[in-house]
């Protein structure tokens, strides 16, 4: 991330760039993981949020950082549903104050995900978004970016620059049955995809069992009932990878990559850099994600993206999806890159990954925790556990 004047962090995870408004709930879980933006600020930025964070986490956080508490405005936005982050702002009457926290100090809008919403909200405060010069120059990319975000965008233009793709159609929600069962004679399994998802919702892994006979095909009623799909052969996966890109001054360059896991194709963890087994791929996934970079940088997109890629068991890779925004690993990356800036290794080895606990656990029990089994990071050494996100609210079953 290009250094420059303050920025004005907007965790935007209420976006419909991945997944329709409609569904409401997926998206509000989803917020849940705006505290970990807080890794991001520097003195003078402003943060909001759609979710409290804990004083506890914060500062942890600045302890860490360095960032002194008092240089940093934290801006708790209220409750407001499946709304947009920038709709939530204007309903509890806080874009005046936001705007005044911006002042005249050439700040800069930056958000989780490009989206009109936040374009909105950048001009009603004033500012450009980060890294555009301009809000319309952010807008002209804004085409682009709602099309990678789709699986049927990515699916064609993938094939357009040359990656290597499962075999699969895409089709309208009442031709998806019809569709699996013509794939399913020539493939053991098939996967079902809605067009707008993320973190694996609304997918649905189907073997010619599960179609057997009068047996038909249930599907998330995300996309509405003409919705767009995809069905592809469910590849015997041995990794999941992704390479994390960035396009500035209309070039593309890698960042980081490494494996991701997955359950049911629901991210869970992340591994950095990648491991030995998939090493052989990463020539590969860098050509591919810098050529996906040049056709963002093409359409006037200069922001960090994602690319992500399934190994068979033989050793092959296949694109799988891109993602048009800073992804779940693109905070964690941020966070092990300041934490170790004065590291003598500059690639660390990371990883992030959630867990639960058997009784409900507040952030500082962890902490505590972690300190007094000796885990915990150390800016000395540059090396050990960091609680990256707050606390979250307690579920059945336990607490995170």
Same mark, same amino acid.
């Given at each position: 991330m290009t250094e420059t004047g303050p920025f004005v962090v907007f965790a935007n995870f209420l976006s419909d760039l991945a997944v329709d408004l409609d569904e409401g709930q997926i998206l509000m879980t989803w917020a849940q993981q705006a505290p970990r933006k807080a890794w991001l600020l520097r003195p003078g930025d402003v943060f909001v949020t759609p979710v409290p964070l804990s004083r506890e986490f914060l500062w942890y956080v600045y302890g860490l950082t360095g960032v002194p508490p008092e240089s940093v405005a934290v801006v708790e936005v209220p409750p407001a549903g499946a709304v947009p982050l920038a709709r939530a702002v204007r309903e509890a009457g806080l874009v005046e104050h936001v705007r005044a926290l911006a002042g005249d100090r050439g700040a800069a809008l930056l958000p989780t995900a490009l989206d009109a919403s936040a374009i909105a909200f950048a001009r009603d405060i004033g500012i450009a978004e980060h890294p555009y010069p301009t809000v319309e120059a952010a807008e002209v990319a804004l085409r682009m970016t709602t099309l990678?975000?789709?699986?049927?965008?990515? *699916?064609?233009?993938?094939?357009?620059?040359?990656? &290597? @793709?499962?075999?699969? *159609?895409? $089709? &309208? &929600?009442?031709?998806?049955?019809?569709?699996? &069962?013509? =794939? =399913?004679?020539?493939?053991?399994?098939? %996967? %079902?995809?809605?067009?707008?998802?993320? +973190? +694996?919702? +609304?997918?649905?892994?189907? /073997?010619?069992?599960? @179609?057997?006979?009068?047996?038909? =095909?249930?599907?998330?009623?995300? +996309?509405?009932?003409?919705?767009?799909?995809? %069905?592809?052969? $469910? @590849?015997?996966?041995?990794? /999941? %990878? /992704?390479?994390?890109?960035?396009?500035?001054?209309s070039v593309a360059h890698a960042l980081f990559s490494g494996a991701m896991r997955t359950v049911q194709g629901s991210f869970t963890g992340y591994a950095s850099p990648l491991p030995p087994s998939c090493a052989h791929v990463a020539g590969e996934l860098e050509e591919w994600g810098t050529a996906l970079g040049r056709h963002l940088a093409d359409h006037g997109y200069a922001e960090p993206f994602g690319l992500d890629g399934l190994v068979d068991t033989d050793g092959v890779m296949c694109a799988s999806e891109s993602n048009i925004r800073r992804t779940a690993t693109t905070t964690p990356h941020a966070m092990v890159t300041r934490l170790t800036a004065e590291s003598a290794e500059p690639h660390p080895a990371w990883s992030v990954s959630k867990g639960w606990t058997r009784s409900p656990m507040d952030f500082e029990t962890a902490l505590a925790r972690l300190r007094a089994s000796h885990l915990a990071f150390d800016p000395e050494r540059g090396e050990g556990v960091v609680l990256y996100a707050d606390a979250p609210p307690a579920v059945p079953g336990g607490t995170r």
């Open positions: 990678l975000n789709t699986k049927t965008g990515f *699916r064609e233009t993938a094939g357009q620059l040359g990656m &290597r @793709l499962p075999a699969g *159609r895409m $089709c &309208r &929600r009442p031709e998806t049955e019809g569709v699996a &069962r013509e =794939l =399913l004679r020539d493939h053991e399994r098939v %996967v %079902v995809k809605p067009d707008r998802s993320a +973190g +694996g919702y +609304g997918l649905r892994f189907v /073997s010619r069992d599960d @179609l057997r006979g009068e047996a038909s =095909l249930l599907l998330d009623t995300v +996309g509405g009932p003409d919705g767009l799909w995809v %069905v592809e052969e $469910c @590849l015997d996966v041995a990794e /999941s %990878v /992704s390479i994390q890109m960035e396009v500035a001054a």
